[in-house]
């Protein structure tokens, strides 16, 4: 469906083009669109590597274990029904962990091999666990502290103070965080009985 919307903007904004004599212009566009999309993921390739080190280095080290050993009471909270232990629970917190440093990019292989681990305990593979339901929900809300990101992009494009939005970001995050853990508690409660 999304494809569909995409070629469909795309037809009209070049029929559009066409009919009020600005095809020139829409071609251009385009080509200094995708030189600017290279030279952003080019750019962007150095930060995330940065990152994603960084996050290897904290796993090697054990601080990634460490720090999912401090978060086991809150871990607990959401998913009750997991061995602490367990494999399922370690690629929660580590993708947990990555995003609360704002390495969305660092945190999907976590997610990825979290989501088979929960589908391994899964006893209906065709419907969702409770837990899977929840890690969605908590992933996509992503509390984070640092939204590296928009801290990258903000600085790519010469902001003259990329950091102010770290506060904002950090209560955003935590607000939608909040409301995805209530939404998920209040769903599960209604799915138990």
Same mark, same amino acid.
């Given at each position: 469906?999304?494809?569909?919307?995409?070629?469909?903007?795309?037809?009209?904004?070049? +029929?559009?083009?066409?009919?009020?004599?600005?095809?020139?212009?829409?071609?251009?566009?385009?080509?200094?669109?995708?030189?600017?999309?290279?030279? +952003?993921?080019?750019?962007?390739?150095?930060?995330?590597?940065?990152?994603?080190?960084?996050?290897?280095?904290?796993?090697?080290?054990?601080?990634?274990?460490?720090?999912?050993?401090?978060?086991?009471?809150?871990?607990?909270?959401?998913?009750?029904?997991?061995?602490?232990?367990?494999?399922?629970?370690?690629?929660? /917190?580590?993708?947990?962990?990555?995003?609360?440093l704002g390495l969305g990019w660092a945190a999907t292989p976590a997610g990825l091999k979290a989501m088979d681990e929960l589908q391994k305990l899964n006893s209906n593979k065709n419907v969702a666990s409770h837990?899977?339901?929840?890690?969605?929900?908590?992933?996509? /809300?992503?509390?984070?502290?640092?939204?590296?990101?928009?801290?990258?992009?903000?600085?790519?494009?010469?902001?003259?103070?990329?950091?102010?939005?770290?506060?904002?970001?950090?209560?955003?995050?935590?607000?939608?965080?909040?409301?995805?853990?209530?939404?998920?508690?209040?769903?599960?409660?209604?799915?138990?009985?």
């Open positions: 469906m999304l494809n569909a919307i995409w070629a469909g903007m795309i037809l009209l904004g070049i +029929v559009v083009a066409v009919f009020t004599g600005n095809l020139n212009a829409v071609t251009n566009a385009a080509i200094e669109s995708a030189q600017e999309a290279v030279t +952003v993921c080019l750019k962007m390739l150095g930060i995330l590597g940065m990152w994603m080190g960084l996050m290897h280095v904290a796993e090697e080290a054990g601080i990634v274990r460490k720090l999912a050993k401090w978060m086991r009471p809150f871990m607990r909270f959401l998913f009750p029904r997991l061995d602490a232990e367990g494999k399922a629970m370690e690629y929660i /917190s580590t993708n947990v962990i990555a995003n609360f837990e899977m339901c929840m890690f969605m929900i908590f992933n996509m /809300s992503s509390l984070q502290l640092i939204t590296v990101n928009l801290l990258a992009y903000r600085a790519q494009y010469n902001s003259a103070n990329p950091s102010e939005i770290i506060a904002p970001g950090i209560l955003a995050t935590l607000v939608s965080s909040v409301a995805a853990v209530v939404f998920a508690k209040v769903m599960g409660g209604r799915r138990a009985r």
